[in-house]
């Protein structure tokens, strides 16, 4: 299912959610002009976060907790998470305020990294992407706009627009996160792929912290 747009009216400015968003675009066209000149490995090695890496030196790997959030293994790794912060995170943004929203944003990518360290410590698998910091954006918006329709392009044959609610959508994608991580628990051996309990640390934080920073204190839609 892809989110296409939702019934959610826009009234601010989400300068935050622009400049996160452009500030991911701008490293990775960095990292396209490392790999034309074949620096590119280097530095994933050198700010990616690496479980295994990190467990040997906490101290010298900790600033790849936040430059991990930034980088990202392609253009459609990229242009799917930034087109679920531009949909997701414009609102929370303007239900929180700049400030909440990016204390929000950085703590849910934090998380996340957490979370997939804990499940896997000895990883040598460079994780890298600003997914698990959307997670919390997207455990915010279910906080906030349970009832919002998100209107959804199902892949099927026909390839139907349906609304379908915040919390059917955003529930759902969260027990996929679930499933599929259990899945990558199983497998016999690592080769890379998504970081799906990333996905779930990020969103549990969101959807936890989105709670206490708002000042409403109440869900609307």
Do not use: C
């Not at 392009?153 to 259990?182: D, E, K, R, S, T």
């Amino acid at each position: 299912m892809i989110p296409l747009f939702d019934n959610n009216k826009r009234r601010g400015n989400p300068a935050v959610n622009i400049l996160l968003i452009l500030s991911n675009i701008a490293v990775f066209g960095y990292q396209l002009l490392l790999f034309q000149e074949g620096k590119l490995d280097a530095a994933v090695r050198e700010f990616a976060f690496t479980p295994a890496l990190f467990m040997h030196d906490p101290g010298g790997r900790a600033l790849t907790i936040v430059t991990s959030m930034f980088m990202h293994g392609g253009w459609l790794h990229l242009i799917f998470n930034l087109w679920f912060l531009w949909l997701f995170g414009n609102v929370v943004e303007e239900r929180l305020g700049s400030f909440r929203y990016l204390l929000l944003y950085f703590t849910a990518g934090v998380g996340a990294v957490a979370a997939q360290f804990v499940v896997a410590p000895g990883s040598p698998i460079p994780m890298l992407g600003a997914s698990g910091a959307i997670a919390g954006v997207l455990g915010a918006y279910l906080v906030f706009f349970p009832r919002a329709l998100i209107f959804t392009l199902v892949p099927l044959w026909f390839a139907p627009i349906i609304p379908v609610p915040a919390f059917i959508f955003l529930v759902l994608w969260f027990f996929l996160q679930i499933w599929y991580g259990l899945g990558s628990i199983m497998a016999t051996e690592e080769t890379g792929g998504v970081a799906w309990w990333a996905h779930f640390g990020g969103f549990v934080v969101g959807f936890w912290l989105s709670r206490r920073l708002d000042k409403r204190r109440r869900s609307v839609a």
